[in-house]
């Protein structure tokens, strides 16, 4: 039953990560017909030759094109650093990540969160969009497409059209290092919880999200009993982050293992959950259901399993690797 379970919640995982990146390929292929054609300034760069025609998604490092070199490829970064000082015969789509431009990019360039440096004489033939991230040298770059930074443009009624939550990644990747290092083994019994007993941490987080704003305004009229409200609230807050990393800490390593065989650390993992889970809460419309779910979801499975100090139930088989402290 619990490898069961845990093969469900695995298996959901993926279909909401295959889903973003389809969403990601079609609208890119849409673009891409809607599109003016390429100026002929960078067409001469064609006739160098290629000196790498391959690059795999990374997960944390760093990709460095040399002065030298012309990458025949897009690069797919989450978590890491990609520096161009030569060519990019491709488009470059990172997450949470640092890009610095020397060299130039037949493609389009997509950042969402991190941040981009421009330096002199970078040049960029398609176009840059950049979702919540801090930009450095906007004149040093000449760009043929167009430039949008998309975390600046409001939707109706002034509500913002795609808002990166970089708040939620200063916020929740700190937190989410400082437990795992520090609380291992209470993330993966929150973790054992929310895979076998998931409708039940949402019963159960959502009774105490629920039940919370009534407590509180009880404690507060009291007057004499105010620090106990304030207590209260910020026990919940610590169990909601401590969740929400557990849920992060899943996710990334479905996501790394979809990806790559390799072993990776734990760190990595939670960073990369914490950056997909991110790139979801900003979706329009479905993002606030993400971060509402994901939340109640996680504050339900740190109550049953008492902070992670224990496993709700005992499973009726051994747990896997993964789990064993």
């Known amino acids: 039953m619990l490898k069961v379970k845990g093969a469900r919640l695995a298996g959901f995982l993926l279909m909401l990560v295959g889903v973003l990146f389809v969403s990601l390929f ?35 490092g760093t990709i460095t094109v040399g002065p030298k070199d012309v990458l025949c490829s897009d690069v797919t970064m989450m978590g890491g650093t990609v520096s161009v000082q030569g060519v990019v015969r491709g488009s470059i789509l990172a997450f949470g990540s640092t890009i610095i431009l020397d060299g130039g990019v037949t493609g389009n360039i997509k950042l969402f969160g991190g941040s981009i440096h421009f330096h002199n004489g970078s040049h960029v033939q398609g176009d840059v969009n950049l979702y919540g991230s801090r930009i450095d040298g906007e004149k040093a770059v000449r760009i043929d497409g167009a430039y949008d930074d998309h975390s ?34 209470h993330e993966l019994f929150v973790s054992a919880t929310v895979k076998n007993h998931m409708r039940r941490s ?90 509402l779910g994901t939340g109640i979801v996680g504050l339900g499975a740190v109550l049953l399993s008492r902070f992670g100090t224990r496993l709700y139930s005992q499973p009726k088989q051994p747990l896997p690797i993964s789990l064993r402290l």
């Open 26 to 60: 079609v609208t890119n292929i849409i673009h891409g017909f809607l599109a003016p054609a390429p100026p002929a300034a960078l067409a001469a760069d064609g006739q160098n030759p290629c000196t790498s025609s391959s690059q795999r998604p990374s997960f944390g």
């Open 202 to 291: 949402l019963l159960i987080g959502l009774l105490s999200a629920l039940l919370t704003p009534a407590v509180l305004l009880v404690l507060i009229a009291l007057i004499i009993s105010i620090p106990l409200a304030l207590i209260v609230l910020l026990v919940l807050l610590i169990a909601w982050t401590i969740g929400t990393t557990a849920i992060c800490w899943m996710l990334g390593e479905q996501i790394i293992r979809a990806f790559t065989a390799r072993p990776h650390t734990r760190y990595l993992q939670v960073t990369v959950g914490v950056i997909m889970l991110a790139v979801f809460i900003s979706l329009p419309f479905i993002g606030w259901i993400v971060f």
């Open 152 to 185: 600046r443009m409001n939707g109706p009624f002034g509500i913002s059209a795609f808002a990166f939550p970089v708040w939620f990644l200063f916020l929740m990747i700190p937190l989410g290092l400082l437990y795992t290092r520090f609380l291992p083994e």
